[in-house]
């Protein structure tokens, strides 16, 4: 938890707004991702006095808001807070803050709300935003008394980062940001129904998760994103060292373990390896850290590692027998447990079958594609970006939700956790480049690149203003395939390939009725240079194979913001894949 520096009660009265933004400074807040409106003028004034103190973006669209926030929580580990005014201001945030809760992001969302006076009366701009947010934050807080301001926020932030993660939601009417009290900053929290457990696993489970693993023949981690945000990795990898035992991690689990270590399987579920998904299926003993049990790695639950035995260690009591039961149960955060298992720990008598079976199935079934294909593949123009970023130790990639998702899932490969920045549980498209927005505001001196879909980039354009305007040189890379590439996937595997409303460009092209020829009309549409340079960016298309290094590395030393418009074919499909609520033993291949 940010700690709360120790500032004496004042007496002088001092505003709601301002108690508000001390209350951020005190907990070590140093970016804001805000955008004003009527009800949030106060705050927005008194932030102008806190200028020294804290950085304020404006975002072009609240949403961008929000997953500039995400950003900036995802790569720092801090709390990331964001500020809209009431009405459309806070209904455009939700989206966002959703997308926090499933993925355990924390979260300070402070938005303003019409006079205590008229709440209720549809007044202008009122939205009742607690009861439409109650069931996507953690926690949520409508302020009514400008001398409970300190110690909401206080709460806020303690809430948002204990426990397992989330979003905290605080909802301040404008005549509280105006009226005037002496403020108690370290007035106590009451919060009489949240309690922090904190667990820790009792020496008896560590000792009978190591006299597991020492009896197992084939054994396999399962990571998730808890191991990223219990900040365990190192402890994974000290396990790992020990005891020879392969990985595979989840979507939001990825860089938690080095993607080009040898012990490393990618990534399972859905759009997981092939190696992944047998690995886990053959396993005799499954080692779930941080995770949950998604459907999208599931596929069929009653199939899903039913050879062998289930250890599940999270923080979240909820989470534990909610979808499969484990046969040892931890309520405890990641690191602590796998820093005491290390202590103990022994590796398996002999691993060599196990390891040699994996090695045979990364061999038959490689994350591959076609490297002779003519022009570009999306694979292909992944793996020349990670090939040419990386021994570089500073990049940080954003992604949109669709096909280029998953190939830079599996074809960039992490070697460090909060280094890939994706919308796993929610899955939104138009997450990309709002959370570059952040990472950069963060990391002003890495390298932020959103990997991105022509259909995911559109939904949060915007943001390029942003980029332009806060001095934020991100970069962009385009798969533009002209389609809501993902969608059409499903359409070919389960639809008989009929188009239905995923074709990007106008409606009377041959592509929208699925007549087009697999690589779309030379003219694209929209033309994405165009708008980028309108937003001055500097950027460029290329289609031809033998111009991508070179343009990637045009990206990569330009200065400023850039985007590069990679157009490729739309008949590529993410393999393998395993269909919704099946096994690997259904894995389609190609
Ligand atoms: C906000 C939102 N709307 C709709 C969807 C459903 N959806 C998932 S992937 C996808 C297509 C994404 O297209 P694009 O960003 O171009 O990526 P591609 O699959 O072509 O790489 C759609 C429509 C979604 N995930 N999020
Ligand atoms: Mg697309």
Known sequence: MAKAAKIKASAKPTSGADIVVQS?????????????????????????????????????????????????????????????????????LITSIADAKLDSIPLVAITGQVGTSVIGTDAFQETPIIEVCRSVTKHHYLVTDVNDIARVIREAFHVA???????????????????????????????????VEDRQAAPGQIAEVAAMIKKSRRPVIYAGGGVIAGGASDELVKLVRKTGIPVTTTLTGLGCFPGDDPLCLDMLGMHGSVYANYAVDEADLLLAFGVRFDDRVTGKVDEFASHGKIVHIDIDPSEINKIKTADVAIISDVKSALSELNKVVEPPEDLTDWHKKIAGWKKSDPLGYDHDFDGILP????????????????????????????????????????????????????????????????????????????????????????CHCEKLPVKIMLLNNMHLGMVVQWEDRFNAGNRAHTYLGPIDDPEATGQGDGLCPDDR????????????????????????????????????????????????????????????RDVIRE
Not at 553 to 577: A, I, W
């Open 24 to 92: 951020l400074v005190n907990h070590g807040v140093d970016t804001i991702f805000a955008y004003p409106g009527g009800t949030t003028i106060p705050l927005h004034q008194s932030l102008t006095r806190f200028k020294d103190k804290i950085r304020v973006i404006l975002p072009r669209h609240e949403q961008g808001g929000g997953f500039a926030a995400q950003g900036y929580a995802r790569t720092t580990g801090k709390v990331g807070v964001c500020m809209t005014t009431s009405g459309p201001g806070a209904t455009n």
């Open 161 to 195: 980062t204990t426990g397992r993660k989330g979003p905290v939601w605080v909802d301040i009417p404008k005549d509280i940001q105006l009226a005037r009290t002496a403020p108690d900053y370290d007035a106590p929290m009451q919060l009489p129904g949240y309690h």
């Open 379 to 466: 694979q292909h123009a992944i793996r020349e970006l990670w090939r040419l970023t990386k021994d570089r130790d500073d990049v940080i990639i954003t992604t949109g939700v669709g096909q280029h998702q998953m190939w830079t899932a599996q074809h960039y490969k992490f070697r460090h956790p909060r280094r890939f920045l994706s919308s796993g549980g929610l899955g939104t498209m138009g997450f990309g480049l709002p959370a570059a927005v952040g990472a950069k505001t963060a990391h002003p001196d890495k390298l932020v690149v959103d990997i991105d879909g022509d259909g995911s980039l559109l939904m949060n354009v915007q943001e390029m203003a942003t």
């Open 525 to 584: 549409y929209p033309d994405f240079v165009a708008i980028a340079r309108a937003f001055s960016w500097s950027a460029r298309h290329v289609w031809e194979k033998s111009e991508l290094i070179d343009a990637i590395r045009e990206m990569l030393e330009t200065p400023g913001p850039y985007l590069l418009d990679v157009q490729v074919p739309y008949q590529e499909h993410v393999m393998p894949m395993i269909p919704s609520g099946m096994t690997v």
